[in-house]
């Protein structure tokens, strides 16, 4: 096809006809040091190393001295002292289009599903900024999650940005994979980070189902990948729904899970010569977290929301990745281990969960039948050990009567099967029964 003269003329004109190069001056860790170039941070470069190997790329994450510090996107097996490096790009851009659905795509975009190349595909730039926050439209609408306990009692809004707080094998996954299948949007984008390789394959086709495939763009990037690759999944990811929403799609954005994407900014920062902080996380991580997050929520065009699994080490909510997100965030789930072993899925801690947005969806109907069934959980919590040693005078306390009488009743409430899909509108008559509220 032969292109018009203007835009002939314009490829030229941006076409940059000498290459900067370099060479590998020293290698440290997982950091390599480039003399003789100059290229911002963030850009491509490519170390050839003059094997029967293909080039390495890398990203510049900083400088030390004369040299660019620059990171490989996979093992640096083969790289030598001298080896030529070359600057390829000063901005990454990853394909975008109605022909990216279904698809499964690595860190950089390229196909991991065996389908055909994304060649012809628009591409966009990542490293957008979030939108200004006066442009960003209010919302008073429910987003419908298809999951009975969120939509009923963790009321989540369309373009609210929430995380699922849990620790390890608490079914995180489980229930990204049933709000990928049933979430009223157009479009799921799901970016796995820091996965293992044998749970890629078991959830796309297990809990994401190819009902769910088909609507979904998946961002895959394992635990053996580099740390530059794990934090440039989810930057691909939050770029490609970026681009489906501006073209007026509704979006579910859902990444597992942003303390690996933190544990891989954690590596490049100290490669880079940052100083550890919290907990060895140096500071450049707690300013990339609210960059990534709010890049997610409405725009002036249509709405993002996002679900961040957070995994909290050893179950402790004030771990400093927790804490971080739950500060940023609009309201967080918690899954509870203690639920997961008497099999009571999804583990959903409803005490423990908040939705800054509930009040703005919810009538007042509604919000009087939350605060009973909440007022119910606590009074159970509290006098749990006091019913089960059967110390417990029934009559003594009217609200601890109720609850004990609707224990039942409402555990079956909270409880749902992985493929169960709940309605919206059958949820919150349930809801209602359930709290006997006129």
């Not at 941070?41 to 080039?55: F, H, K, L, Q, Y």
């Not at 009975?148 to 620790?167: E, K, M, N, W």
């Not at 490609?240 to 544990?263: G, H, K, N, Q």
């Given at each position: 096809?032969?292109?018009?003269?203007?835009?002939?003329?314009?490829?030229?004109?941006?076409?940059?006809?000498?290459?900067?190069?370099?060479?590998?001056?020293?290698?440290?860790?997982?950091?390599?040091?480039?003399?003789?170039?100059?290229?911002?941070?963030?850009?491509?470069?490519?170390?050839?190393?003059?094997?029967?190997?293909?080039?390495?790329?890398?990203?510049?994450?900083?400088?030390?001295?004369?040299?660019?510090?620059?990171?490989?996107?996979?093992?640096?097996?083969?790289?030598?002292?001298?080896?030529?490096?070359?600057?390829?790009?000063?901005?990454?851009?990853?394909?975008?289009?109605?022909?990216?659905?279904?698809?499964?795509?690595?860190?950089?975009?390229?196909?991991?599903?065996?389908?055909?190349?994304?060649?012809?595909?628009?591409?966009?730039?990542?490293?957008?900024?979030?939108?200004?926050?006066?442009?960003?439209?209010?919302?008073?609408?429910?987003?419908?999650?298809?999951?009975?306990?969120?939509?009923?009692?963790?009321?989540?809004?369309?373009?609210?940005?929430?995380?699922?707080?849990?620790?390890?094998?608490?079914?995180?996954s489980v229930l990204l994979g049933m709000m990928a299948r049933e979430?009223?949007?157009?479009?799921?984008?799901?970016?796995?980070?820091?996965?293992?390789?044998?749970?890629?394959?078991?959830?796309?086709?297990?809990?994401?189902?190819?009902?769910?495939?088909?609507?979904?763009?998946?961002?895959?990037?394992?635990?053996?990948?580099?740390?530059?690759?794990?934090?440039?999944?989810?930057?691909?990811?939050?770029?490609?729904?970026?681009?489906?929403?501006?073209?007026?799609?509704?979006?579910?954005?859902?990444?597992?899970?942003?303390?690996?994407?933190?544990?891989?900014?954690?590596?490049?920062?100290?490669?880079?010569?940052?100083?550890?902080?919290?907990?060895?996380?140096?500071?450049?991580?707690?300013?990339?977290?609210?960059?990534?997050?709010?890049?997610?929520?409405?725009?002036?065009?249509?709405?993002?929301?996002?679900?961040?699994?957070?995994?909290?080490?050893?179950?402790?909510?004030?771990?400093?990745?927790?804490?971080?997100?739950?500060?940023?965030?609009?309201?967080?789930?918690?899954?509870?281990?203690?639920?997961?072993?008497?099999?009571?899925?999804?583990?959903?801690?409803?005490?423990?969960?908040?939705?800054?947005?509930?009040?703005?969806?919810?009538?007042?109907?509604?919000?009087?039948?939350?605060?009973?069934?909440?007022?119910?959980?606590?009074?159970?919590?509290?006098?749990?050990?006091?019913?089960?040693?059967?110390?417990?005078?029934?009559?003594?306390?009217?609200?601890?009567?109720?609850?004990?009488?609707?224990?039942?009743?409402?555990?079956?409430?909270?409880?749902?099967?992985?493929?169960?899909?709940?309605?919206?509108?059958?949820?919150?008559?349930?809801?209602?029964?359930?709290?006997?509220?006129?």
């Open positions: 096809m032969t292109l018009p003269w203007t835009e002939m003329e314009t490829a030229v004109r941006g076409t940059n006809p000498v290459r900067a190069v370099g060479r590998v001056s020293n290698l440290v860790g997982m950091a390599v040091e480039a003399a003789g170039l100059e290229a911002p941070v963030g850009s491509m470069c490519r170390i050839d190393t003059g094997r029967n190997e293909p080039p390495v790329l890398c990203e510049v994450v900083g400088f030390r001295q004369d040299a660019l510090v620059i990171m490989p996107f996979r093992d640096m097996r083969g790289i030598s002292r001298g080896n030529r490096v070359t600057l390829v790009a000063s901005k990454l851009t990853v394909p975008f289009g109605q022909h990216l659905l279904g698809r499964i795509i690595d860190g950089l975009g390229r196909p991991l599903d065996g389908g055909p190349p994304l060649t012809g595909l628009p591409r966009v730039r990542l490293g957008h900024q979030a939108p200004a926050a006066l442009s960003r439209r209010r919302t008073q609408e429910v987003m419908t999650t298809g999951i009975r306990a969120i939509d009923s009692l963790v009321t989540t809004a369309r373009g609210q940005r929430l995380g699922i707080f849990a620790g390890s094998g608490v079914g995180k979430a009223q949007v157009d479009v799921n984008v799901l970016a796995l980070i820091g996965e293992r390789g044998r749970e890629v394959r078991e959830f796309i086709e297990r809990d994401l189902g190819p009902e769910g495939l088909s609507r979904s763009v998946v961002v895959v990037v394992t635990s053996d990948e580099s740390a530059v690759m794990r934090a440039k999944g989810a930057e691909t990811a939050m770029t490609i729904a970026e681009a489906f929403r501006e073209s007026d799609r509704e979006v579910l954005f859902l990444m597992d899970s942003a303390t690996r994407y933190a544990m891989a900014l954690r590596e490049i920062g100290l490669a880079a010569g940052e100083p550890p902080t919290t907990k060895g996380y140096p500071p450049s991580v707690f300013a990339a977290l609210p960059r990534l997050c709010e890049r997610a929520g409405w725009s002036a065009v249509n709405a993002m929301t996002a679900f961040f699994t957070v995994l909290i080490e050893g179950d402790d909510i004030q771990d400093p990745i927790g804490d971080a997100m739950r500060s940023i965030l609009d309201g967080h789930i918690m899954l509870s281990r203690d639920l997961a072993r008497e099999h009571h899925y999804p583990a959903i801690d409803v005490l423990g969960s908040v939705s800054r947005l509930r009040n703005d969806v919810l009538g007042d109907r509604e919000l009087a039948a939350v605060a009973r069934i909440v007022r119910w959980l606590k009074v159970l919590e509290d006098n749990r050990d006091l019913v089960n040693i059967g110390a417990y005078v029934s009559g003594s306390d009217p609200v601890l009567d109720e609850a004990l009488a609707n224990r039942e009743t409402i555990r079956g409430f909270l409880q749902q099967g992985m493929r169960e899909k709940a309605d919206l509108d059958e949820s919150i008559a349930r809801l209602h029964e359930l709290a006997a509220v006129n």
